[in-house]
Structures are given as C-alpha cells and as structure tokens.
C-alpha cells in the first residue's frame, strides 16, 4: 500500500463520481461527505509485565441526519484516522440505503489484538469506553458501536459493563452497544447477520434473470463456484450460507495462506482443522495456494473479500478472473480496481448494502433493547394456538389429515431467530431491487456502487433538506 493511500480519498472518489447523478447543490453534497466529528485519543494501559503503553484510539461520527450515529469498533495494527472517517462514512450511506435509522460512526484501536493478553484487552477496552463516555461519544441516543473487524461479543460486553457502571439506573444502558451476548441483551442472529445479508444479497443477484444473462451465467446460487477470503466472522458465515444453499466453495484464503479444492471445501470441517492445527493450509484433499492472494485470482463465479479494504486494486485487478464479486469487507476494492471490472465485465455487488446485514440486525437488537422484550414473546404462543386451530379446521372441513411436517411448519410461531431472519431478508431484498433499479433505470451510471451511492445520497440529503439548517 503506498504511503500516501487515503481510504476517505477513496469514498469521496466514489461519492463524486454518484453526485454527478443526483440533483442536489454542492453544498449539501459538501454536508454529506464531511465527517461531522472526529475524536482522536490517546491513553495508557498498565501491560500484564507492569511496562506502560500508550494507545491510539478514535471514534468518528460522520453524519447526524439521523441519530444515534452507528459503526463497529475495529481492533487493528493498521487503524488510523483516515481508516476510521472511511469506514464512518460508509456507515452513513449503508444505513441509509438499507432504511436503518442511524447516522454513520466508527471507532478503532491501533492494535494487533493478537499481541495481548485477555486481560490487557480488556482494560483497553474499558478505558477506551471511559473515554467515549467523557466526551459523550456513546450512548443509546448518540453513539452506539459494534463489532467489527478484531472484536466480538466479548469486547460488547465489556463495553456494556462500563457504561452501565458509569450510568447507574439507565433504564436503557444496554443499548449503549449492539453486538452483545444473547444473555446480555444481544439479539438472537447478530453473530452471523452480516454473512447472511451477504448471502441474502447476493443470491438476490443471482436470481436475476437479466442480470445473469448479461454476465453469462445461470440462474440461482446452486453449483456456483465461490472463493472466499478472510474466515472470520463475516467470511466464515457467507461461505457457509452459500455452502448450505449448494454453492462450492472452491478456494478459501486466510493471513496465513490459501487452500483450494474443485470438489468444494467443507467450511465447517476447514474451520476445525484450523482451530486444532493453527492454520487452514494442508487441510486433507484440498491444494495449498503459493501465496494466500493467489486465491483472489482463480477462476470462479463468485469472490467475497471478506477481510480488509484495498485487498483488490490497480495492481492485481487485471488478474482476477471472477465474475461476480460480492464486498463482504468494507472498501476491499479500490476506485481504480472498479474501472478495470466495469471494463472486464466484471459485476461487483458493493460492500455500501452487500454487508448492511450486521447493522441491520444491530438496529434490531437496539429496538429490542429500548422495548425490553426478546422478539415474539408477546406472539409465539397465540399464533401457534390460531395457527393449529385454523389447522384443525381445515382438516374437519376437507375431512383429510395434513402431512406431520408441513403442519409442523404451518403451526409453528416465530421465534426471535426467525424473525430477525425475516427482517433481515425483507431488508437485504429491498435493498438489493432497490440500488439495482437505480442502476438500470440509468444507463449512465457505470457500475452498482455507483447507483448504490446515488441512492444513499438522495436519502441522506432528503433528510438535510427537509430538516433545514441549524441555527
Ligand atoms: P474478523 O476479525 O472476524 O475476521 C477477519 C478475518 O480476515 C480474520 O480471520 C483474519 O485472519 C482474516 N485476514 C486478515 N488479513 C487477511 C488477508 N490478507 N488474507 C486473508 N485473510 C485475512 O472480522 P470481521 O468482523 O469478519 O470483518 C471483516 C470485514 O467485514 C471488515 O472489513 C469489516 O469492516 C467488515 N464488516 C464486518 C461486520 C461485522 O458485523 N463483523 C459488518 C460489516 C462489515
């Protein structure tokens, strides 16, 4: 990566080559694209070999138009402020075009989370809430993270628990932060919500006839050969919903290599090889890549990056010979590497509605947490109680018994996993007819990231132009 990369560089590319599209004045193009805040700190934590080392830390609130304002909190040798205004602002135009009522955040901490200790992360992760809190950079009305790259529900909860004790008697302190252990008030659903809007999207995609067509290959996810790269929270989930819907995973690529299979990978027996071996490399019956980005240039229907940003650029975009590439990761693709697609007639799905799945389910697990009740508590039991009588009748009236399974099916009252599903498929559908109308209904506009930020554009100024201007 050169020296003077800016991944904010990159979004405004982006967001000025939409603007073109759109009908608004430059200066509420110029409001939308600016990070509103930027709160960049430093703090020391006590190592566990009672050394002192001092951290770097931000949080970035890019818009306000809606509140609170939304983004994981990443854990990473490589963040930095251009990184976290990046991503912030992709925040912004990812709630806005899957309809989550959020403004755009990100935090991050530089740190490569593998070099500490349990207990040294988590310290680091209760002063760095103690510092949002100081500034007010956190809160179910102002701020509220999540998980993102290097951070789990571990680290959710941990912020939960300093909030808390810092607000005593906050009726709605666990909405604080989304991303949470079910059993702290985390939604059933959150872990795998970004894979699975991954696959929702993408399959979406795939059953589009014209669509396929045009890029000359059949309808439907079935028998479609996948690579993946990065099997972490996002990657492991969307392989692993494409492997259930019968695609092949063909290739998977980790930090430290990339193993491939024409027979497909079984990503759930890959996951485990690596946890007992250390690595994905040598796994029985697949090939060991070279390096772990040959992975990205093998021939295949479908690449997610599912890691980094700018893993696919002016370098080795000429060399990628996938045919659709689905942005699991935010920013894996650099403005540069979207020429040589469009030119390649390769279909990119971006990353800006393509991984809204994780926040879109987050939005839900907040609602849930400001009503404080799970989903389907109040419902389950009298749907299925209607559903068996309507059942019942049927059954009296045609004087015929109804297969076990399908009744089972019928009677059965939603749980708080399927409705999360739903929304989460409702919304991921939506989104998808949504940007891919904008891109058809103008044939101007080159590519799908393109019309996907046309659309957030004309949603978040909208909201500028109706709201007006402050004083
Ligand atoms: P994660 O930490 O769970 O997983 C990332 C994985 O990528 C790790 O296993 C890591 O070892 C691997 N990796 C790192 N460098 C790699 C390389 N060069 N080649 C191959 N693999 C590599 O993180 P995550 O939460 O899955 O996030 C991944 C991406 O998805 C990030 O860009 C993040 O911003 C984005 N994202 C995450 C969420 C979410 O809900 N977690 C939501 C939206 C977007």
């Known amino acids: 990566m050169s020296d003077n990369y800016s991944f904010f560089g990159d979004v405004e590319k982006s967001f000025d080559k939409a603007a073109k599209f759109t009908k608004w ?16 700190m430093r703090f020391p934590i006590k190592r566990d ?41 992709l925040m912004t135009y990812k709630c806005a075009i899957v309809n989550v009522p959020f403004g755009g955040g990100k935090g991050g901490i530089k740190i490569n989370p593998r070099n500490y200790s349990p207990y040294e992360l988590e310290k680091i992760t209760r002063r760095y809430t103690a510092e949002l809190i100081r500034k007010n950079f956190i809160g179910p009305g102002t701020d509220v993270p999540a998980p993102d ?48 809007g991954v696959f929702f999207g993408l399959r979406e995609v795939c059953n589009m006839t014209d669509i396929m067509n045009k890029y000359g290959l059949p309808v439907g996810v079935e028998g479609k050969k996948v690579v993946v790269q990065g099997l972490g929270n996002v990657g492991y989930h969307s392989a692993k919903f494409f492997q259930d819907a019968g695609a092949l995973i063909v290739a998977l690529s980790e930090y430290e290599g990339a193993i491939h299979s024409d027979k497909g990978l079984d990503i759930e027996a890959v996951f485990e090889h ?21 992975a990205l240039e093998m021939e295949c229907d479908i690449l997610i990056p599912a890691a980094l940003e700018n893993v696919i650029n002016e370098e080795n975009a000429p060399r990628v010979k ?7 990761a935010n920013g894996p693709l650099t403005p540069e590497a979207d020429e040589v697609f469009v030119k390649k007639g390769i279909l990119v799905v971006p990353d800006m509605f393509l991984n809204a799945g ?34 019942s009748q049927m059954e009296a009236l045609s004087g015929k018994k109804m297969n076990e399974k399908e009744k089972e099916y019928i009677v059965h009252g939603a749980d708080e996993v399927d409705l999360v599903y739903s929304g989460l498929e409702e919304t991921m559908i939506t989104a998808t007819h949504e940007v ?5 209904n103008n044939p101007e506009i080159p ?19 109706e709201l007006g201007i402050f004083p």
């Not at 007992?276 to 796994?283: E, M, V």
């Not at 891919?436 to 058809?440: C, F, L, P």
């Not at 799908?448 to 909208?462: E, G, L, P, S």
């Open 436 to 440: 891919m109308n904008e891109w058809k």
């Open 322 to 328: 996938a045919k659709i590439i689905g942005e699991a």
């Open 149 to 196: 790259y290097g951070t789990g529900e571990r680290e959710m909860a941990w912020i939960l628990d300093t909030y808390s004790a810092m607000h005593p008697g906050e009726i709605d302190a666990a909405g604080c932060v989304t991303g949470k252990p079910v059993s702290q008030g985390g939604v059933r659903g959150r872990r795998e919500a970004t894979g699975l």
């Open 358 to 391: 994780g926040v879109t389910v987050s939005y839900f697990e907040w609602l849930k947490n400001l009503s404080h009740v799970r989903y389907g508590r109040m419902e389950k039991r009298f749907n299925e109680n209607m559903n068996a009588h309507i059942v």
């Open 49 to 89: 070999d009672g050394s002192i080392e001092v951290m770097e830390a931000y949080r970035v609130q890019h818009s306000q138009h809606k509140m609170p304002c939304k983004g994981g909190i990443r854990f990473a040798a490589e963040v930095n402020q251009d990184e976290v205004m990046a991503l912030a602002a």
């Open 25 to 40: 004045t430059a200066g509420i193009l110029e409001q939308i694209k600016a990070c509103n805040a930027v709160y960049r």
């Open 447 to 465: 590519d799908m990231r393109t019309a996907a930020y046309v659309v957030a554009i004309n949603k978040v100024a909208t909201s500028y132009a």
């Open 274 to 294: 690596r946890k007992k071996t250390g690595s994905i490399l040598n796994f029985p019956g697949a090939t060991n890549f070279e390096k772990n980005t040959d």
